[in-house]
């Protein structure tokens, strides 16, 4: 079963679109145990796009065909899959019905533009769009399925839910297993090196690093073998990957270090203050983007300059003029003041230098220091990260969390 | 001139995977002149490899092949575009040199697998790596270009811009001329009603409107006529949707709100504490990030419970009392007690119910104060967002963010 993603739009074209719906179509279709051979982005323009549709049709058995179902004149993915399958464009009351209500409800008249979005490919089936005027279609056609969805994520989704997955029938060979092993505290040349004897050799199964700075994934998946992740080789892998990096790992279901320090604070009752210098806020951003985090978020500061880290947490002068903003020290001081002035459990803190500025020989840019403040003390951890600003941010905001986890966990700080 | 972009490998086929080498040779190209008619991604496989090699060389003047150049078993894209133009490839003794060389470097032996980065395709001119062992290859071809780089993005960017663009001959009609309006305040639908008559009919030139929650964009594009923005007809558009749109629009030079909040902080030598609870840290991890931001950020609290928003800001446990902790007087006293504690100029609140949780019917999640308080007394707003925790989340910084521009430039607070 071979599938192709066509997105179409000129304006996918241009250097700032970003395909996420190609990426939720093809993880939804691994799901079901179908794999995608091929996603193309191709324009407006007639010629082109009728040409991808055609290929597409040729060598694929299933293809999505994602946006150019609007009603302006640029809106041509209608037009251009009717004429590949030779059939005719027929109006349909129904749909135009349902659009005219929708403008309606909103006290407005459909403008006559909005007419050609009822128009239907002939023998096809309508897939109703809940969040706009575009309806979808499905179309058999010898043997092969073109789907036609529009092209705003929100429509795509709900529509793809609610219609689509229903009428595609379920691998025989079960859906493709995966695994995700989500890590921090060590570098991608680390984990390869950890790893490289690992790689399956089977073309039905795969490992594949992603690295980003603070976070290496390593993504295991297999065209399932009928009996579950449990009993297949690749959970022979998985778990020889778990025996080699140990508490490395902090997630294998998709939770990110957040969610996971989250869960773990929220069994243990545990409330978390946090002082930040260098990571500005990330820190506190990333614990309460977490629904429900209010459970076991306490507080936040973000005391950039010396006044507020002696005002708001009571670290002491002195500290900050013998030892610097960073040090180990002012790093202990922030986190203990945390947790006094909050009433917290525990007080998490950075301070670092973020770049690209503030750096020097003895204290260069990406220097960060973390420390966690609780009744049993407070530790402390130093770290020199790479790279511009933002990432310095993120990975000292892993660091903290790691450190959290760690403590929570009650696993060896590294 | 038609181009084409291949992106090669199976891994770029699972769900995680994101294309950004596409992105950055787009915005290049598009300022040599040259746009981009079609981007795909195929597998590692041989068959589908060498096809979609061979449609888009049928198809295009210039087709750039990405990834695929690695030393393993996988990696056949050198093979792949030799089938094609039916040419040999042959050992060229100089790449093996240079990456025997490079492993001796790292005190390493050269391993085999390595050997075959040193094949060439017969007739190919040679791009070096100077990141890693994969060379790229520029090859001609009857009339038309194949360029074959790297894909880890690191090693593409460099070689590109090395190698491949100084190869390119710029466009007689010269570089697209791009403009992006950025916009907040207004819903996508309200931009769309003020600008629709705008959408230029000549093909050339090119009106985009790019939606997200808090932040609406015009893209407006033209091939040049010859005479830069300012003589162009793509100018005049520009002036229109300017005499519009008015204050809504916030950059037209790629800089983000924060962005251009800390220029305007920065010239009047301001100073800036920030008080958040709905917003979490978000509004002052924005801030922060901008390089240099310690000139004016003094420091932020994220007073999430009320015990916090009493104790940190000095908001009277009655206001809370009275009228809520998500209500204009309590983001009134959050903004005036930022300002008052921290000893900067301007305080900066927002309150809110981010969700998923936490709502009511009088006071719905997505409702969201934010208040600003300087020198001249305190101004508040209120708002109603709609979407998840993280877009609430965002839309809330945003508002935020615009009344402080707003008030820093004197202009009307909507």
Not at 187 to 205: A, F, G, I, K, M
Not at 357 to 383: F, Q, R
Request: contains cysteine; aromatic residues 4%; glycine residues 12%.
């Amino acid at each position: 079963m071979n599938v192709h993603l066509l997105a179409v739009g000129s304006e996918l074209l241009t250097p700032l679109f970003r395909d996420t719906n190609s990426l939720y179509l093809t993880e939804r279709l691994n799901d079901l145990g179908y794999e995608v051979a091929f996603k193309g982005v191709v324009g407006d323009e007639p010629l082109p796009l009728s040409r991808a549709v055609r290929r597409s049709l040729e060598e694929a058995d299933i293809v999505f065909v994602c946006g150019g179902l609007g009603p302006t004149g640029d809106d041509r993915t209608r037009e251009a899959v009717a004429v590949v399958l030779g059939r005719e464009l027929v109006l349909d009351e129904k749909i135009l019905r349902t659009i005219e209500d929708r403008f309606r409800r909103r006290g407005k008249e459909m403008p006559e533009a909005n007419r050609k979005q009822a128009l239907v490919i002939a023998g096809a089936e309508v897939l109703p769009n809940r969040n706009g005027t575009a309806p979808g279609l499905w179309i058999s056609h010898g043997g092969k399925t073109a789907v036609l969805l529009p092209g705003p994520p929100f429509e795509l989704r709900s529509m793809a839910e609610e219609s689509v997955w229903p009428r595609l029938p379920r691998r025989p060979d079960g859906p493709l297993v995966r695994t995700v092993l989500k890590t921090t505290g060590l570098t991608e040349s680390e984990v390869e090196t950890l790893v490289h004897d690992l790689y399956p050799s089977e073309p039905s199964r795969r490992l594949t690093i992603l690295a980003s700075p603070g976070q290496i994934e390593l993504h295991l998946s297999s065209a399932a073998d009928g009996v579950g992740e449990c009993g297949s080789g690749l959970a022979a892998v998985v778990r020889e990957i778990r025996g080699r990096l140990g508490s490395r790992i902090f997630s294998d279901d998709g939770a990110e270090l957040e969610e996971v320090v989250g869960r773990l604070l929220r069994e243990r009752g545990l409330t978390l203050a946090v002082a930040e210098s260098c990571s500005g806020g990330l820190l506190s951003h990333r614990l309460t983007s977490v629904p429900g985090s209010s459970a076991y978020y306490a507080e936040g500061c973000v005391t950039y300059g010396n006044r507020a880290k002696t005002e708001r947490l009571g670290v002491p002068a002195a500290t900050i003029a013998r030892h610097g903003a960073v040090s180990r020290e002012t790093a202990a001081a922030m986190a203990e003041g945390a947790r006094r002035t909050s009433g917290a459990e525990i007080g998490l803190s950075l301070t670092g230098i973020a770049g690209p500025g503030g750096g020097a020989p003895e204290k260069p840019v990406g220097l960060v220091y973390a420390a966690l403040s609780d009744g049993a003390g407070t530790i402390t951890a130093k770290s020199l990260f790479l790279g511009p600003r933002d990432r310095v941010k993120f990975q000292a905001s892993q660091k903290a969390l790691d450190l959290l986890r760690r403590r929570l966990l009650g696993v060896e700080i590294p």
